[in-house]
């Protein structure tokens, strides 16, 4: 079966004075229409440059060192940059934390909107406004004619980020990467965005991946995780049986860190330590030394992801045994 997006041993590397290092370390996954793939870890895990990687907008040094990324079937991560430009915010399009980072200050949303219509498909300027006014209402913006005409500044966050999602629609996208989309926000807005993506999905029926730090969020929009730590995969399967049955001890700790997350009674705990930089992986396991279940094997040598819960799940620990059936979250 061909799925939507498949990502298969990719590796990414940063080219620098002093060697490469690897910013992504062999990970794979795949994604069909319809459906939510969340990416989490904490920062430098290198979910945004997977990101990156895939609509091939990794800036120098970082280039993909290998592996291969199949989009509707096609190997995109080898294409030509003309080739890649048609694909990129047409096919795939990219939605990030701060929507100013799409949005262009001293532009009217109408223009913007209308140039992004001219700039992919061959319409009138009548044309590109009226689906640029359909965009809008797909959002859920009230009063969008009268958007039309403004400009960024004058709309709060949420309202950009929605006007930025519109925009991404514009050229029907078959999959949106949404990198941090609400982080930014507040609370009671952060849920109204991701019911309005969840929506998407299905009416427009495409494929999200959602990049975050936010477990919790992760846990209510995606039916499936990859967690991700230093450059790699360390735990990946159904969102609903990760969340309640986590196998790797980093995702343990990923849930007891989240007071929505833990199970009642647990204490809430913070993961000691801080992720490694890329230039300082640790030997073994990277996860080692920041290990409550870490033994001398861990130190020596690196776990694969193997399958686990009959294969619902895949985690990469040496110290499976301990993790199966106990509940680690009250360690
Ligand atoms: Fe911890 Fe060892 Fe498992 Fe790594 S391999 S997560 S150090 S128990």
């Not at 002093?18 to 793939?37: N, P, Q, R, V």
């Not at 926000?185 to 299905?202: F, P």
């Not at 990859?226 to 700790?253: C, F, K, L, Q, S």
Request: net charge neutral; charged share 20%; glycine share 8%.
């Amino acid at each position: 079966m061909t799925h939507l997006l498949e990502v298969e041993n990719l590796e990414v590397r940063f080219a620098l004075r002093f060697g490469d290092l690897t910013a992504i370390d062999d990970i794979s996954f795949h994604l069909d229409k319809k459906e939510k793939l969340g990416i989490v870890g904490e920062s430098g895990a290198g979910k945004s440059v997977t990101g990156f990687a895939i609509i091939n907008l990794l800036s120098k040094p970082g280039y993909i060192a290998g592996g291969r990324i199949r989009f509707e079937g096609r190997e995109i991560s080898r294409l030509s940059a003309e080739a890649l430009r048609q694909i990129r915010g047409n096919r795939i399009s990219m939605i990030f934390q701060d929507p100013m980072m799409t949005l262009n200050p001293v532009l009217t949303i109408g223009t913007q909107m209308v140039e992004t219509v001219l700039a992919h498909r061959r319409v009138g300027k009548a044309e590109a406004r009226a689906l640029a006014l359909e965009k809008l209402r797909k959002v859920y913006i009230p009063s969008p004619e009268k958007r039309l005409d403004q400009y960024p500044h004058e709309m709060s966050g949420g309202m950009r980020q929605r006007i930025v999602i519109a925009i991404a629609l514009l050229t029907d996208p078959a999959l949106i990467i949404a990198d941090e989309p609400t982080t930014a926000l507040d609370v009671t807005i952060q849920a109204g965005i991701m019911e309005l993506l969840t929506e998407l999905c299905e009416t427009e029926e495409m494929g999200l991946i959602l990049i975050t730090h936010d477990l919790a969020v992760v846990s209510q929009v995606t039916e499936r995780i990859a967690v991700m730590y230093a450059g790699r995969i360390i735990e990946t399967g159904y969102t609903a049986d990760i969340v309640a049955h986590p196998r790797h001890p980093y995702t343990i700790g990923l849930i007891n860190s989240l007071p929505g997350l833990r199970q009642a009674g647990s204490r809430l705990e913070q993961i000691p330590g801080m992720m490694p930089n890329l230039t300082a992986i640790p030997a073994g396991c990277a996860f080692h030394p920041r290990c409550f279940l870490a033994t001398p094997e861990c130190r020596a040598a690196r776990p694969e992801l193997v399958a686990v819960n009959g294969g619902r799940q895949w985690a990469a620990c040496h110290r499976l045994e301990l993790t199966a059936g106990r509940n680690l979250l009250h360690h």
